[in-house]
């Protein structure tokens, strides 16, 4: 992954120029948004089935081929706006291509859907850590139209194939992320519950919160250093492990989704994780997360991207990666079960 990026050749109309050499389709009408794709399927009516969908939602689908092609490089222009690669089972040229088309990607502005198996999931996860791809897993045809309407959001144009209550579970699952952040940053701080989250989501360039205001304050009025409280050390994960088989208990007896809360089970799971020194890949935190592993994804995704959770490549393999808990994110928890005290048990 450390080599040059090597340009990927695409065909059809928009950036690049020529035929679809090798390719089912190389023209899809018009789309509407003016986003250019490229689809790599070897599954025929799955290729059909993607272009068709990307067709619906306004793309102008430039190329559909086979896995094939991501092995050849080419002399070609650019990337298209957007890749979607099927790639259920993924041998090594295949993973060698995929984190090209990852670097490629990364500096060409190109976004990327890539979809896979749950036993292909660690490789693939792995070798994309440039682009920031969406990674489905085993996905539904709705699955992948969520994924094509995250791609329009992205890029400032109108999700149009959403259904009203697929967009509504998108912001939703946003907003329930930053909620989750901003109560562990209360946690981690031990400050008041109307301080400003540094996870906060806010899109003014200079805004400052009351956490900046109230530091700053402090700073001005004593020359004395802030002293923060030490840390108290995470639970025995024998105790953690024990709330998660409660909350897994519940799935035998009730409905699993009733009670689906992906964050609080990925939290529980790597904050056990790292008192007993275990790498968690993502395939098992998706499994702990107890929601299907394309919805997993999307949270670990969103945790990410506020500070909840962290992606570590493996030293001794580059291909493969690892999920952990943020030092924020570790804070907290040993802060919420500090104060839970001999309760914990029962917080399931």
Known sequence: ??????????????????????????SGGAGRSGIAVSIYADRGYLRAEMAEDAAAAGLRVAQTTDLARLLESGSASALPDLVLVDCPV???????ALARLDQCASLQGSQLVISTSMGSLDEVYGCL??????????????????????????TGNRVRELSEEDRLSLLRLTDQVSQIAQKLELLSSGAD???????????????RGKADTKLDTQFDRSSDRLIRAARPPLPDPRLVRKIIRQRQLRARFFEGDLFADPAWDMLLDLTAARVEHVRVSVTSLCIASGVPPTTALRWIGQMTDVGLLQRVDD????????ITLTDKA????????????TSASNLV
């Not at 993924?90 to 060698?96: F, G, K, P, R």
């Not at 030293?315 to 690892?322: I, K, P, V």
């Open 90 to 96: 993924i041998d090594d040229a295949e993973l060698a």
């Open 1 to 26: 992954m450390a080599q040059a990026a090597q340009r990927f050749e695409y065909v059809g109309e928009g950036r690049g120029a020529g035929s679809g050499h090798g390719s089912d389709s190389g």
């Open 193 to 207: 519950e109307d301080t400003t989250s540094a996870f906060r989501f806010e899109t003014h360039p200079g805004y």
């Open 330 to 341: 570790a804070d907290a928890m040993a802060r919420y079960f500090a104060e839970s005290g």
């Open 129 to 154: 850590d440039h682009a920031e791809a969406q990674i489905l897993v085993t996905p539904s045809r709705a699955d992948r139209v969520i994924a094509l309407g995250r791609v329009l959001s992205r």
């Open 315 to 322: 030293e001794t393999d580059r291909r493969r990666a690892f």
